[in-house]
């Protein structure tokens, strides 16, 4: 590598009013996410966000230089039309591998992005004068475009995961950590090496290495914790998107990427603490993880068996009823049913309130999505910290689709993979009312909840709509 040589920058001018414009877009982006922190501004917080979107792509179009605007029209359509066919079509069962796959397209763009500008610098405006890529757009490019490629592969592995494609265990290779560490440390001394001496092998070798690392790192991780790995890569796809901001002197883009890098990195921390893990382990691909001891097969105990009538009994003649959704709620499309089962409950006098777990289902505000999809009202839904207290006042716990985030195990048994992880108290509720498709499953991290077999518990076997259903009809 020999050393760089020492030009007169070109210096990039953006009009005064396009920076203001982006100014007002990133201000609508951040009143957009204090929207997004509650359910009862969600809808306001996404309205406000639309409008910063479309100030932002309004400026862009209207500062357009490198594509003509039939080229950009024509992107749009064909980018867009995809969106739209997908978005309509996806169940919310498969929402979480929709983002998933959503994260892997802004990490891929982050990469092509970064390729063009490399490819022909001058039309990114980032040449000094004698053609060269300038320095500072040497080491923002390398960067985002490692991240962008890290973002697409460890997504890839993720939806992959998520949509039953691939094993939800952790596949842990030998060696792996030195590994990921030998290829991290490669990675940055190719992205020294390209601000050295601009280097097309440099680039293009980080780059591929920057897709392995990617799926070296997702690979390890178990489907217990698929929801912090989604927040995750969300939030690399934000970083990855504000390094190259800074490529193409793009200031909506550096305040957006920022906002999500930043929100998502919250976010994943958030949820780590939720399920006792380290956040350093999980970013680093599940440094520490072992095999999990549980049990991969439910285990042949007795149990005490109801049907729609005897839950619909019991619940009719209780004061306090707590719901807590799950997985198995999405899958069997339940949550219209069960809204209209509360709202039964409420006309007997009874008091309804729904308990949602920080990682219940398979993406961050998975249950709180389809709640309100299903009209449920906001203030009757609580998070952990703020329910797990009233368990043990609830006559009922109705339990529907939930596993993993029920489970005492964790509170007690050293050996179970979820040990250590925050659950729900349902156990101290008077009565659990357990709806499971049937007895013979396990929850996604691959263990069996012994709250199951305990005294109080019934079990409701059935698909969690039918079941709902039918104890409607007894309610009614």
């Not at 980032?126 to 500072?136: H, R």
């Not at 925050?422 to 691959?446: C, I, N």
């Amino acid at each position: 590598m020999s050393a760089p040589e020492v030009h007169t920058d070109v210096i990039h001018v953006i009009p005064s009013w396009v920076l203001i414009a982006y100014l007002i877009s990133g201000v609508c982006f951040i009143l957009a996410l204090r929207g997004l922190s509650s359910p009862d501004s969600s809808r306001r917080g996404n309205i406000i966000g639309m409008i910063g979107m479309t100030i932002a792509v309004v400026t862009t179009l209207a500062t357009h230089e490198i594509a003509t605007l039939w080229e950009i029209a024509a992107a749009i359509l064909i980018g867009g039309g995809i969106g739209l066919v997908t978005a309509r079509r996806i169940q919310m069962t498969a929402m979480p591998q929709l983002v998933a796959a959503f994260h892997s397209l802004v990490g891929m763009a982050a990469v092509l992005v970064g390729a063009a500008a490399f490819l022909n610098p001058s039309a990114f405006g980032i040449v000094d004068g004698s053609g060269a890529i300038l320095g500072v757009s040497r080491i923002e490019m390398g960067l985002g475009v490692a991240i962008g490629a890290i973002t697409f592969s460890g997504s890839v592995i993720a939806f992959l995961k998520l949509n039953g494609n691939m094993s939800g265990k952790p596949i842990l290779l030998p060696a792996r950590h030195w590994i990921n560490l030998a290829v991290g440390l490669a990675i940055f001394f190719f992205i020294y090496g390209f601000w050295h001496s601009q280097s097309p092998i440099d680039f293009w070798t980080l780059t591929a290495l920057a897709f392995v690392i990617g799926f070296l790192l997702i690979i390890p991780i178990g489907g217990a914790d698929m929801p912090v790995v989604i927040s995750m890569l969300n939030s690399y796809s934000g970083w990855a998107a504000a390094a190259m901001g800074f490529t193409l002197h793009n200031t909506a883009m550096i305040i957006t990427g920022a906002l999500v890098g930043s929100s998502g990195a919250i976010l994943s921390y958030i949820m780590c603490k939720a399920m006792n893990r380290s956040f350093i382990s999980v970013i680093a691909g599940g440094f520490g993880a072992v095999e999990a001891a549980g049990s991969a097969a439910a285990i042949d105990r007795p149990y005490k068996r109801g049907s729609a009538e005897d839950a619909a009994f019991l619940m009719k003649q209780s004061d306090k009823v707590i719901v807590v959704p799950g997985y198995g709620m999405a899958v069997a499309q339940a949550q219209h049913v069960l809204r209209e089962m509360g709202d039964l409950l409420k006309k007997e006098g009874v008091e309804v309130k729904y308990a949602i777990h920080p990682v219940a289902g398979r993406m961050p505000g998975h249950m709180n999505v389809l709640l309100a999809e299903a009209n449920v009202p906001y203030d009757e839904v609580f998070e952990l910290e703020d329910i797990n207290s009233e368990f043990a006042q609830a006559d009922v716990a109705f339990v529907i689709g939930a596993n993993d985030v029920t489970n005492p195990a964790a509170k007690t048994d050293k050996s179970s993979p979820i040990y250590g992880m925050p659950v729900l108290d349902v156990e101290k509720a008077r009565t659990v009312l357990f709806v499971k498709r049937s007895m013979g499953g396990v929850g996604y991290a691959g263990v069996d909840n012994e709250l199951f077999y305990r005294d109080n518990t019934m079990m409701l076997l059935a698909d969690a709509k039918k079941m709902v259903e039918e104890i409607v009809k007894a309610l009614g």
